[in-house]
């Protein structure tokens, strides 16, 4: 297949049918989700269609390094060309890439200036002219006039060079709910500024997009666009449950650094160069200080639940201690912006998991998200599926954000499914760390 046909099945070229016209020069475009769910994924895919199109493209990587963001782009390349089964694939890829600029900042900050002075030291000394302008990482929350300045110079700057604008937008659970129809914090504040705002809302295997603005329509139209979680491409009957090959830096492990099945989830991410976020708080003991987030009062709160909601789920009681309510507590974090949960522990005959690693299976299973869990005693693994338990063989990890947690009380078979479930997932270990 030539680059043309290739770049009329982009997932851009299939979302614009539902926008008017599409974004747009000197307009603003906004990609929000909550954490991993395919901001990145989304954006790239936006440059890759420009670029598939010979076009220039800006890319501000803000907390990420030139390496990550260079391996996104690579990755999505590779996963669009062999489904559609490109010609040539080496030499369109040269020739996209010529067209591509990446300015990665290790801080989250990114001023107007700051950006003009980028783009314009590439404009003046390499005729470089940007068609779409991308700005991964940006930080909405801060004083609302300072925001709506820079968004107001961002846009000025994408006008004077006949670009689009896009920027990611980090959203919060408790604030957008379940399926937003508006323009959400932390962008509500600047809707008169945004001219297409899209959110990403995972389903289980897939993420929905759903257009919360689009340009002056009173209603945006519904979309019915399935994509896959970590690509953004359009997700059919065939290809569900294939399984695309990102690469190992996009993948991150949330979990709690306890003694246990997380020390040991923590140490296989250590050994194969995984991110590591480890969800903690003051008075607790953890094994795991490798990306060690303390958690404060106001974000435990987050993750609160009723002493009677435990106890109808989860068919027990939990002790009514400030320590386990914490522990509760830093679960939720744990699950919220993940896109699978594994777990060791011992599957229950009321189709709960024992103690507090039942909490985490518990929210996975609320929020429709996959989950298996290696039963210790049955030594092997199980999958939620149909409303039931399904014994299955040789699961592997195929979300970017995945949940590793379980029992402190962590048998030898436990411990060689975590190192097994790795080595399938990403090949052998690349540290002996």
């Given at each position: 297949?030539?680059r043309?046909?290739v770049?009329?099945?982009?997932?851009l070229r299939?979302?614009?049918?539902?926008?008017?016209?599409?974004?747009?020069?000197?307009?603003?475009g906004?990609?929000?989700s909550?954490?991993?769910?395919?901001?990145t994924?989304?954006?790239?895919q936006?440059?890759?269609?420009d670029?598939?199109r010979?076009?220039d493209?800006?890319?501000?990587?803000?907390?990420?390094?030139?390496?990550?963001?260079?391996?996104w782009?690579?990755?999505?390349?590779?996963?669009?060309?062999?489904?559609?089964?490109?010609d040539?694939?080496e030499?369109?890829?040269?020739?996209?890439?010529?067209?591509?600029?990446?300015?990665?900042?290790?801080?989250h900050?990114?001023?107007?200036?700051?950006?003009?002075?980028?783009?314009?030291?590439?404009?003046?000394?390499?005729k470089?002219?940007?068609?779409a302008?991308?700005?991964?990482?940006?930080?909405?929350?801060?004083?609302?006039?300072e925001?709506?300045?820079?968004?107001?110079?961002?846009?000025?700057?994408?006008?004077?060079?006949?670009?689009?604008?896009?920027?990611?937008?980090?959203?919060?659970?408790?604030?957008?709910g379940?399926h937003?129809?508006?323009?959400?914090?932390?962008?509500?504040?600047f809707?008169?500024l945004?001219?297409?705002?899209?959110?990403?809302?995972?389903?289980?295997?897939?993420v929905d997009?759903?257009?919360?603005?689009?340009?002056?329509?009173a209603?945006p139209?519904?979309?019915?666009?399935?994509?896959?979680?970590?690509?953004?491409?359009l997700?059919?009957?065939e290809?569900?449950?294939?399984?695309?090959?990102?690469?190992?830096s996009?993948?991150?492990?949330l979990?709690?650094?306890?003694a246990?099945?997380?020390?040991?989830?923590?140490?296989?991410?250590?050994?194969?160069?995984?991110?590591?976020?480890?969800?903690?708080?003051?008075?607790r003991?953890?094994e795991?200080t490798?990306?060690?987030?303390?958690?404060?009062?106001a974000?435990?709160?987050?993750?609160?639940?009723?002493?009677?909601?435990?106890?109808a789920?989860m068919?027990?009681t939990?002790?009514?201690?400030p320590?386990?309510?914490?522990?509760?507590?830093?679960?939720?974090?744990?699950?919220?912006?993940?896109?699978?949960?594994?777990?060791?522990?011992?599957?229950?005959?009321?189709n709960?998991?024992?103690?507090?690693?039942?909490w985490?299976v518990?929210?996975?299973?609320?929020?429709?998200?996959?989950?298996?869990?290696?039963?210790?005693?049955?030594?092997?693994?199980?999958?939620?599926?149909?409303g039931?338990?399904v014994?299955?063989v040789?699961?592997?990890?195929?979300?970017?954000?995945?949940?590793?947690?379980?029992?402190?009380?962590?048998?030898?078979?436990?411990?060689?499914?975590?190192?097994?479930?790795?080595?399938?997932?990403?090949g052998?270990?690349?540290?002996?760390?």
């Amino acid at each position: 297949m030539y680059r043309k046909e290739v770049n009329e099945q982009s997932p851009l070229r299939i979302l614009e049918q539902s926008i008017h016209g599409g974004l747009g020069k000197g307009n603003l475009g906004v990609v929000m989700s909550r954490a991993g769910v395919g901001k990145t994924a989304c954006l790239i895919q936006v440059g890759l269609d420009d670029l598939l199109r010979d076009r220039d493209v800006f890319h501000v990587a803000l907390g990420q390094t030139l390496e990550h963001v260079q391996s996104w782009y690579d990755a999505l390349f590779d996963d669009l060309a062999t489904r559609t089964q490109l010609d040539e694939r080496e030499s369109v890829r040269a020739a996209a890439w010529q067209h591509r600029v990446i300015k990665a900042f290790a801080d989250h900050q990114i001023t107007p200036s700051r950006l003009e002075k980028a783009i314009g030291m590439f404009e003046e000394h390499m005729k470089f002219r940007p068609s779409a302008i991308l700005i991964d990482g940006f930080h909405w929350e801060g004083p609302d006039d300072e925001t709506r300045s820079a968004l107001k110079a961002f846009r000025a700057q994408a006008k004077r060079l006949g670009a689009e604008l896009w920027i990611s937008a980090q959203t919060h659970r408790a604030t957008t709910g379940e399926h937003p129809t508006q323009v959400t914090p932390p962008c509500e504040a600047f809707a008169d500024l945004i001219d297409v705002a899209i959110f990403l809302e995972p389903h289980g295997d897939h993420v929905d997009i759903r257009l919360l603005k689009d340009h002056g329509d009173a209603v945006p139209p519904v979309t019915h666009l399935h994509f896959h979680p970590d690509t953004m491409r359009l997700v059919t009957d065939e290809e569900e449950h294939s399984l695309p090959k990102l690469p190992i830096s996009a993948y991150s492990l949330l979990s709690g650094g306890a003694a246990g099945a997380e020390a040991e989830f923590g140490a296989c991410a250590e050994r194969w160069r995984i991110g590591e976020v480890n969800f903690s708080f003051e008075g607790r003991a953890v094994e795991r200080t490798r990306g060690l987030v303390p958690l404060g009062e106001a974000e435990l709160r987050q993750g609160d639940v009723s002493s009677a909601y435990l106890t109808a789920h989860m068919h027990r009681t939990y002790p009514e201690t400030p320590l386990f309510r914490k522990i509760l507590q830093s679960i939720w974090h744990q699950v919220n912006s993940a896109g699978e949960v594994f777990a060791v522990g011992q599957i229950l005959p009321d189709n709960t998991v024992k103690g507090g690693t039942g909490w985490a299976v518990e929210l996975a299973r609320h929020w429709e998200k996959p989950v298996h869990v290696f039963d210790q005693e049955r030594k092997g693994w199980f999958s939620w599926k149909g409303g039931k338990w399904v014994d299955v063989v040789d699961p592997v990890i195929s979300r970017t954000r995945f949940t590793g947690t379980g029992t402190r009380f962590l048998t030898a078979e436990g411990r060689a499914a975590i190192r097994a479930l790795f080595t399938r997932s990403f090949g052998p270990p690349l540290s002996e760390a």
